[in-house]
């Protein structure tokens, strides 16, 4: 059975930086490629960052100031926040699907989500 259990949420000022991280287990990354999403209160889930084979797409909302990394050995991924803003306050949720391996963050496609990681961010 595939997990994915993240880590290192928490509260910042803005300006200040966070590293998440997801620890994958019951499967291989040639099976899915893994991202993350967030929710924000009261907002429709949405597409952060995803990494494949052939590189790493990320939302507008977030070019330049994240950036995400996997270590294959732990199969763990590692996503830096760098800059954040109020509005990047969310519940940021790891996730692992087919369609994330062509940069696709159709929510309803993913096949196995993280219990998720709180993220707050303060003016």
């Known amino acids: 059975q595939v997990q994915l259990v993240e880590s290192g949420g928490g509260s910042v000022q803005a300006g200040g930086s966070l590293r998440l991280s997801c620890a994958a287990s019951?499967?291989?990354?040639?099976?899915?490629?893994m991202g993350w999403f967030r929710q924000a209160p009261g907002q429709a889930r949405e597409g952060v960052a995803v990494?494949?084979?052939?590189?790493?797409y990320y939302t507008d909302s977030v070019k330049g100031r994240f950036s995400i990394s996997k270590d294959n050995a732990k199969n763990t991924l590692y996503p830096r926040m760098n800059n954040l803003k109020p509005e990047d306050t969310a519940m940021y949720y790891c996730?692992?699907?087919?369609?994330?391996?062509?940069?696709?963050?159709?929510?309803?496609?993913?096949?196995?989500w993280g219990q998720g990681t709180q993220v707050t961010v303060s003016s």
């Open positions: 996730a692992a699907g087919p369609n994330l391996c062509f940069g696709d963050f159709d929510a309803l496609q993913i096949a196995v």
């Open positions: 990494i494949d084979s052939d590189g790493r």
């Open positions: 019951g499967y291989t990354y040639s099976n899915y490629c």
